[in-house]
């Protein structure tokens, strides 16, 4: 949705973005070396300082193109007068800005504010959505400095923040966690190998003499106001959630015992990929990180001692203290998911599901069900793959109820490939829907 708003965006904007950023300008336009700021925009004193006033005035400031719609009111429509119908053909190549390795299809938003233009790159760019708030929090990273930014997006598809974040080198940050209040990053000590990093070769080491850190920034936090804590060299590919508790902050999530298995396995590096994500391998179990904001103490412990991952949870609980994660086990040594379990953070408690032997399921969505209060009065919806009878299926399980198995079952057209992700959204929450 958001790719598609950016598409419309840039065609009527006049600009177009693929794998190279490019800038499309007057042919008679002198050639310059690749500029730091879009032409023609003034850079005031306060660059990049948007607010609801200035958002107002969009008009005033035709250089500028604040949000994905340019304005607050999301018209695409620009009020500069240089580029018209009648020279609109004269247009050329002006410059270009090399989003690095690896060359891949390329979307994104770019805003231009003051003289700068930003824009989302390559690599994985991975996105929370408060579901509380309409806010989207997301983070995105690369290889050169600044390796790490944040930023949020609101409810009306605003960019009303982004920060650049301090690391000390290019990191793999794979999901964030937020609070009411904060946004949680991290710089796990899992990264790309330096030497070979520098000749365009990306393969990831753990560090086990590194901490692992968890950084705490207010949600619309500047960069100076983070916060860095100090734990367990480990890696965490998914958090399940994060919420305030007095002075402290609780993250929880899926802590690796070993996030870089030694066995490739005997096909080579197409079996250490599946080790790199098969829980029973990387020894992934629930655990929480506790930070204390007061006296900068911390506190880890695991949850459970069962491998899992890919937990997923009731939304509406979202950054606010919650109970049930619902998380998938896996077949021996490979990635796919053969049962689930309900784990109870409060008591420890865990209630499970098997599938058959060659039926694999996806992450589970949860879709609280209408009416209902209990944070497990909702159901659990997966999209499963039957390689005994060759075919997929939806399937549907009570959440307070994982035990007793499904309570309804869809067949699908088609057998399709086993999953990974999913979440759960009102229809009513989805524009265009
Ligand atoms: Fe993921």
Known sequence: MLIDQVCGALMRAGCLLCCTALLLAVKSAPAAAPPAAAPHAAVSSTAGAVDETRLEAADSEPQNWFTAGRD??????????????????????????????????????????DGVMYTSGTWGYVYAVDAATGELLFFNYGTNAPYLHYGVVDAGN???????????GPRLPHDMAY???????NDMPLFWEPELLARGRYASRFHPDLPSRLGVIPRRGASADIRWFEFDPTYVLHWTNAYESG??????GFFQGCPEPASAGP?????????????????????????????????????????TEFGTINSGFGGRPYRYTYA????????????????DSQTGRE????????????????????????????????????????LSECVVFRAHDVGSGPVARARLPERIASGTHSCWAPGDSVRGW
């Not at 605003?158 to 000390?168: A, C, E, K, M």
């Not at 009411?180 to 990053?185: D, K, R, S």
């Not at 391998?281 to 006296?295: A, C, E």
Request: proline content about 6%; some cysteine.
């Open 247 to 252: 002075e402290e902050i609780i993250v929880e």
């Open 179 to 185: 609070t009411e209040h904060y946004a949680i990053l």
């Open 72 to 113: 607050k009111d999301g018209t695409y429509y620009s009020p500069l007068t240089s580029i018209n119908a009648g020279n609109v053909g004269t247009l050329g190549f002006a410059w270009a800005y090399d989003l690095g390795d690896p060359q891949r299809g390329q979307e994104a938003t770019p805003i231009v504010v």
């Open 351 to 390: 209630e499970r599901y098997q599938f058959e032997p060659g039926v694999f399921c996806s992450e589970v969505g949860v879709a609280p069900r209408p009416g209902g209060t209990a944070e497990d009065d909702a159901y659990l919806v997966t999209l499963t793959v039957d390689m005994n009878r060759d």
């Open 328 to 343: 998938a086990t896996n077949e021996p040594g490979w990635f796919l998911f053969n049962g689930l379990v309900k784990h």
């Open 267 to 307: 096909n080579g590096p197409k079996d250490k990929m599946f080790r790199f994500l098969a829980q029973d391998t990387m020894q992934t179990r629930l655990h929480r990180w506790r930070m204390n904001l007061v006296t900068g103490q911390t506190r880890e412990e695991d949850l459970s001692e069962a491998c």
């Open 158 to 168: 605003r960019l009303v923040h982004y920060v650049p974040i301090d690391l000390p």
